[in-house]
Structures are given as structure tokens and as C-alpha cells.
């Protein structure tokens, strides 16, 4: 698996295999395949057409992490039936090979023997391919056993076809997330540069200390995810208010997994700590990326003149930045009265828009200094999301809760008419399609119930003052 990249060096000696191409980067830009984008070559570095077109077309608007994953997952299964199924194409693939592709992967003793979870995952990654393959005519059939999805809404018209594959047998309730207090310490000592005791540890090298902690608060106080976050342009990073505790945006839909636009919620002292990385961090990396003419080199740029109306020309026409989509984001430039600057919110240190890659770097280098420091705390972007889900909706359950207790029916009906459902309410902070799939947080607040209940358990069964063996003495009377 490879991925795009501009301004490759041509060959100097041999055969170039780009001789047919004027201008590989001119081809690229005339395609729209962006850099980053990933691509397969079968083991004897042939290109696949018919194959790598899914990435250009079916998802070309998904972030590229998504693309990512993707693109790993066909890879597996590809290679499987190169290399034990005696190179056979993807495209005459049987249910014979998805059988054996599935012991392989779950129960040969000489496989991975993956989880459940990972399993159900590439299932329904290969199966959407197989759709899509089908649909397009590049494959004889699906080797992936399918059923009619259980639609829960008649009006989206037929349930659509899905993988019957899936084990169910996995963990699907087991959520990973940080509380409050533990993000804090995690925080602070992996991206601060903070020792243990919560003091500055004059050993620290890391840069960006301020920019990384702004953004790692934004992301658990907002639930954004990675390739969500990273997008954000300063378009959408609403301004400080007064008196206000939290201060809302909108998400829009090119730059929502799954198209789910929606609100999002910038609290207070998060939001502060955002502005207070443009006005610093960020405006000296612009500068200096000005002072080298970085901006001027940009392929292709899309530039807003007025950034009262951010809207740039694309394919001659004008479009609302609210409409470009992840790659075409990286390419906006604003026309200040100081030069030219990146509409993107997060820049890396030459004043470029940053990458998701990047930030999980970020996380990646946290995580090995507490580690170090003996912190026993980990977190990735994904566990932030996950935090913000279950603090939020414990936190929204329980005045719920209360207001409910001492109201008659009809009062209820009316309170919950206005206020809604909290679990809704984070559903749709969270851009989740399903009610089903913020249901797993409803599991995690159960076990936090239980755990309490059980640390109320006393240490001591036996009475105090009475010994151990002095009750079995008596037991063995009784029992005589």
C-alpha cells in the first residue's frame, strides 16, 4: 500500500515508467487525486485500475484516516488470496475464499487470531468494496454472505443489503475513555511537558506544548473526531462571549463523517485556550511561513479576498468554504492586508494545515513520556471523543434524573417534550446516525454504577472483635 505524493524525483537511469506522462503532478491535479491518498500495487507492483478507482471515486469525500483504514483492510484480504489461494483476482473471489480467509484470520492456530471486533470491522469494510464492485461491474459476486438490514425506519424505503458475516461475539459495550481528573494529569505530564507532582519538568523538549493541550481540550469538550477537528477552518471557531459558558458553531457536512453536520459546543475555557494559540503559536508560524513565501508555492491555491464571505472559485464557480471537503480545505489561503494565510485553524510549525497523521503523532509521543515518567495513563484521539460522550451524558442523565423525581406525569411529559432525551442529545452531538451506537455509553454508565456500589461493600464480612478460625469453630458446632 502507497500513498500520493507530489514532486517526485523522475529516474535518472532504466526505463521511466512515467515517459507517457508530461507532467505527473499536472495528472494528478487533473484527476483531483490528492496527496495522502492511498493506492495498491499486487506484488509485482502492478496497478490496478479497476481496483484503486474506488478510492477515487466511492471515497473520495471520506477523510483520509478513513480512506486509510480502508485501504489496510482490502489490503489483508488481497494478499490472502494472493498468497494462499494461489494468486486468484479479487474479482472471481468465492465464498469458498471468504471461509477460509475467516479461519485464517480467527481461528488457525498459525493466523493472527484477531478479536472478534477487528473481524466484524474488515467484514463490513470488504463487503461495502464488494457493493460498490459489483455495482460498478468489476466483480462476478460477492464472496461475503449478505442479509437484508433490520431498518428501523420504513420511510428510508427497502432495507439495504449487509454482511452476515458479523460474529456479534465481540465487545461491543467496552468503551475506552479518561475521567476528568485522569485527562487532566494525562494532559498535562504527556503534552505540558508537566512532572508528576504538576510542575514544569525543565527536561522537556517538546514544542507546541500550548497549541497541543488546545487542541486535545477541544477535542474532549467537543467530541469532534480526528479528521473532523483537523478540518476546522478559522470560519468555523466561533469568538469568545462574555458571560457565556459555551459558545456554539456548526459542523458542516463536507467535513462530517457520514455527512452528519450538526452543532458543536466550544465551552468557555477551552474555547480561550484555542484563541490564545492563533494569536501566538499559530500567528508566528504564519509569519514565518510569509517570510519564506511558503503560501506562494501552494498548487492550485483557493483563495478567499474577502473574509467577510469566504467563498473561493472552484471549477469556476464560486463555493462556500462550507462546502469543500477535507483535501480541498488544505489548499484555502485568506487575503490579508499582512499576505496570504491558511484558512485551516491547526498548523504545524511551517504554517501548513496539519494532518490527522500528525496529531496521532501528537498523541503517539504523550504516551511514551508518561509512560517514561511511570504515569499509568494512554490516550488517543478516539478515547477523547469516547470521554466526552460519557462525562457529558452522566453528567446530562442526572439533572435529568432529578428534575423528573418530583414531577407528576403530565409535568414530565411536557419537561421531556422541551428538554428532550440526554442520550439523544449526545447522539447528536456526536454526528451518530443510529441511537443504537450511542446506547454503548449506557453500558459504561452501568458499570460506573456498579463499581460504586461495590466499593460501598465493606472490607470486613466478620463481626468486629471476632477471629476468623473462632467462626469456623462455631460452625462446625453448629453443624454437629
Known sequence: MFFTRRELPRPRDGIDVLAGLDDLDDWLDAQGVEDGSPYLLDPLGRYDTDLNDYFLTELANEPFTTQEAVAYDLKRFLKF????????????????????FKHWRVSDIAGPR?????????????????????????????????????????????????????????????????????????????????NLEGLSDRSFRGRFASRNAAYSDSMIRTGLRLSEQTSLS???????????????????????????????????????????????????????????????????????????????MLGGERVKIAKLKHHERRRVLIDTPQGLEPAALWLNQYGMPSKPSAWQEVFKTANRRCERLGLKASCHPHVLRHSFAVITLEQLMRGHIQELAEMT??????????????????????????????????????????????????DSWEPTGVHPEDLVEKAVDDAA
Open 114 to 194: 484477531v478479536e472478534l471486533t477487528t473481524w466484524d470491522r474488515e467484514v463490513a469494510t470488504v463487503h461495502q468494496f464488494y457493493i460498490w464492485a459489483l455495482r460498478q461491474g468489476h466483480a462476478a459476486r460477492n464472496p461475503f454472505r449478505q442479509r437484508a438490514s433490520r431498518s428501523r425506519d420504513p420511510r428510508k424505503g427497502p432495507a439495504e443489503e449487509t454482511p452476515a458475516e458479523a460474529s456479534h461475539g465481540g465487545r461491543p459495550n467496552d468503551v475506552e475513555w479518561l475521567p476528568a481528573a485522569s485527562y487532566r494529569q494525562w494532559r498535562d505530564v504527556g503534552l505540558r511537558g508537566f
Open 234 to 312: 478559522m470560519f468555523e471557531l466561533p469568538e469568545l462571549v462574555p458571560g457565556m459558558l459555551n459558545m456554539r458553531s456548526w459542523l458542516p457536512k463536507a467535513i462530517a463523517k457520514g455527512g452528519s453536520a450538526r452543532r458543536i459546543y466550544f465551552a468557555a475555557s477551552a474555547l480561550k485556550d484555542v484563541w490564545d494559540y492563533v494569536e501566538t503559536d499559530r500567528a508566528e508560524a504564519v509569519e514565518a511561513a510569509q517570510d519564506l513565501g511558503t503560501y506562494e508555492r501552494i498548487r492550485n491555491p483557493l483563495i478567499i479576498t474577502d473574509p467577510r464571505r469566504p467563498v473561493v
Open 81 to 100: 488470496l494472493w498468497d494462499n489461494r494461489g494468486r486468484r483476482s479479487w474479482k472471481v473471489a468465492t465464498v469458498e475464499d471468504r471461509a477460509a
Open 409 to 458: 406525569p403530565q409535568q414530565r411529559f411536557t419537561y421531556q417534550r422541551i428538554f428532550g432525551d440526554p442520550l439523544n442529545w449526545v447522539r447528536m452531538r456526536l454526528g451518530h446516525s443510529s441511537i443504537e451506537t450511542t446506547q454503548i455509553y449506557l453500558h459504561t454508565l452501568e458499570e460506573l454504577e456498579m463499581e460504586t456500589r461495590m466499593a460501598l461493600v465493606p
